[in-house]
Structure formats: C-alpha cells, structure tokens
C-alpha cells in the first residue's frame, strides 16, 4: 500500500509562517509529483499546489501564490509545503497526495492521500 503522512500542522498567528511536511511509507516519493490541498470547516477541499518530481516545477492556487512555497527534499523521501504571511481563511486540513505515477503536474487524479494535518491561523 502508498502511504503518505503529513506533518508540522499547528496553531499560528496571523502573518505568522509554517512549514508542513510531507513523507512516504511504501513506495519511493522522490519519483513522483505531489500536490497539495486543504479542507475548511463546512467547505470542499481545495487544491492548493504541485510540485514535479524533480522540484523544479511548481504551480499554486491563486489564493496562496505568492504566500505559500512547495519543495522537495528527494534525498530526505519529503515534500515541504512553506506557508508564510498567514491568514484565518488559511485554517484547514491539510493534505499531500500523488497518483504514484506521474513524474510532473498537473496531475489528472490523486489516488493516495495522507491523513492531513491541522492548520489553525488565530490571534
């Protein structure tokens, strides 16, 4: 089975800045394209970015460029997802996934997800 974890989530201030992890049990993360989504209270889940396997191309969710940076260690098994200038409407679940195929984004589907992790913007 593809297993992905996420880690890093947690309570920040406003404009404050967070980084989020992401690894892999299972299979080999470092060939693969990983997105990004999040999950709002009462909202669908929003996709919010991908990166190709090398890490050296990226896209972004208009409401996070600028703000928000993904990367990848390959010799780590990890995908990172840098969030900064944070906002309360940032608040969510967060989620890495991958069709554990495709080397580049955009990806047509996400077959394996990670449990999420808790991402709270309060003051």
């Known amino acids: 089975q593809l297993q992905l974890v996420e880690s890093g989530g947690g309570v920040v201030q406003p404009g404050g800045s967070q980084r989020l992890s992401c690894t892999a049990s299972g299979f080999t993360l470092n060939i693969y394209a990983i997105g990004w989504f999040r999950q709002a209270p009462g909202k669908e889940r929003e996709w919010v970015s991908c990166?190709?396997?090398?890490?050296?191309?990226?896209t972004y969710a208009d409401s996070v460029k600028g703000r928000f940076t993904i990367s990848r260690d390959n010799a780590k098994n990890t995908v990172y997802l840098q969030m900064n200038s944070l906002k309360p409407e940032d608040t969510a679940v967060y989620y890495c996934a991958t069709d554990g195929e495709s080397y580049g984004c955009p990806l047509l589907r996400y077959d394996y997800w990670g449990q999420g992790t808790q991402v709270t913007v309060s003051s």
């Open positions: 990166i190709n396997s090398s890490g050296k191309i990226t």
